[in-house]
Nanobody, 122 residues
Framework: EVQLVESGGGLVQTGGSLRLSCVASGDTIADYAIGWFRQAPGKEREEVSCSGIDGRTQYSDSVKGRFTISRDSAKNTVYLEINNLEPEETAVYYC????????????????WGLGTRVTVSS
């Protein structure tokens, strides 16, 4: 069983950037696909990015070119760099781990962190 703790959220102005961290403990991230998701007020949780165990990465169309997911195996941590932020991207950002599949489909994720809140001000 893996535990996930997100950090790095906060208040940022429109156009600003943050680096979110997902620190795993209890198991190695090498055995999991790790995804980042976000949930804005009144909206469904959506997949933002995925880091597969095969080294491939995926991004939603809305963030492609602006967000970057990466792994630091030595620190057992997955990062999400979020750039050129807009107010509508205010949300709680979650990381999640999938032990059974190499992908990051929301319904299939097995372990979730509690999230880190990102607020983008205009």
């Amino acid at each position: 069983e893996v535990q996930l703790v997100e950090s790095g959220g906060g208040l940022v102005q429109t156009g600003g950037s943050l680096r979110l961290s997902c620190v795993a403990s209890g198991d190695t991230i090498a055995d999991y696909a790790i995804g980042w998701f976000r949930q804005a007020p009144g909206k469904e949780r959506e997949e933002v990015s995925c880091s597969g165990i095969d080294g491939r990465t995926q991004y939603s169309d809305s963030v492609k070119g602006r967000f970057t997911i990466s792994r630091d195996s030595a620190k057992n941590t997955v990062y999400l760099e979020i750039n050129n932020l807009e107010p509508e991207e205010t949300a709680v950002y979650y990381c999640a781990a999938n032990v059974g599949e190499p992908h990051c489909r929301y319904y299939d994720m097995d372990y979730w962190g509690l999230g880190t809140r990102v607020t983008v001000s205009s």
